[in-house]
């Protein structure tokens, strides 16, 4: 494997295969936006689109009531800036880019309502989320086809957390800057935060300031601390 350019973080212990890869879809996979061998694969495994939660486990969820809970492991929050403010994409990337906030935002947006699950088992049903789609903001970097994950580190160190690249492209992961019709709020994270609505809120990494490409998953603030690396819900350590 090639060696990581973080090294703060300890690599994923296990591998990550086929369990990885259930229950995630690739999107866009018609159109070529990045060459190498990572992309390939990711083409040839892309599967449609499911519910972001089974039914079962809809009903099974508890429903306090809809509130989000202000999550920081590291008061006070960060504070953002838009004249300062810049996301790096670094690592197994052909061109490292720093993006400042108005060239976030120029890139397409998009919209999504899906629901956000906690692994300690509160929810909030329908949030409506934009940003930009990873693939938009990755391609900028042109990720080699050695990159096969990534990592978002928080301006709140030592908060991050890593995704796959087929979890990371699939059709509901979002870098979202705006909830509920308005911009990103400083509790949830502004300017930017990771939505990945079939994975439990500690893969949401909040006030997201680098995106750093790697050949493996690294293991996040919450996987440190023994939670699964691969969150999905209903189908991780949150709820067995
Ligand atoms: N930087 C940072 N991101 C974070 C957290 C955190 O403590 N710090 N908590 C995570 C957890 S466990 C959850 S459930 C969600 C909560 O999101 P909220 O604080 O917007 O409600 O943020 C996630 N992202
Ligand atoms: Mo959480």
Not at 61 to 71: D, E, F, N, Q
Request: net charge positive; with cysteine.
């Amino acid at each position: 494997m090639e060696s990581e350019p973080r090294d703060d973080l300890p690599p994923l212990e296990r591998s990550y295969g086929r369990r990885a890869f259930l229950g995630t879809i690739a999107v866009g996979v018609s159109s070529l936006w990045w060459g190498g061998a990572a992309w390939d694969r990711l083409s040839r495994l892309a599967q449609p689109a499911t519910g972001v939660v089974p039914e079962g486990l809809r009903s099974a969820l508890p429903s306090p009531g809809g509130g989000w809970r202000i999550y920081t492991v590291n008061p006070p929050m960060p504070r953002f800036d838009a004249r300062t403010w810049e996301l790096v994409i670094d690592g197994l990337v052909e061109r490292p880019v720093r993006l400042s906030h108005a060239q976030l935002l120029a890139l397409p947006r998009v919209e999504q309502t899906s629901d956000f699950h906690c692994v300690t088992g509160w929810s909030v049903d329908g949030v409506r989320w934009g940003g930009v789609r990873f693939a938009d903001v990755l391609r900028l970097a042109r990720p080699t086809a050695r990159a096969g994950a990534a990592t978002f580190t928080s301006a709140e160190r030592p908060y991050a957390d890593s995704l796959s690249l087929e979890q990371v492209l699939s059709s509901d992961a979002l870098l979202a800057y705006a909830m509920d019709g308005r911009p990103l709020r400083r509790e949830h994270g502004a300017p930017v935060r990771v939505v990945m609505p079939r994975m439990y809120g500690y893969k949401s990494v909040k006030w997201v300031e680098r995106i750093t490409l790697t050949a493996r998953p690294q293991l996040g603030y919450w996987e440190q601390r023994g939670y699964d690396h691969d969150a999905w819900v209903g189908r991780s350590n949150g709820y067995g």
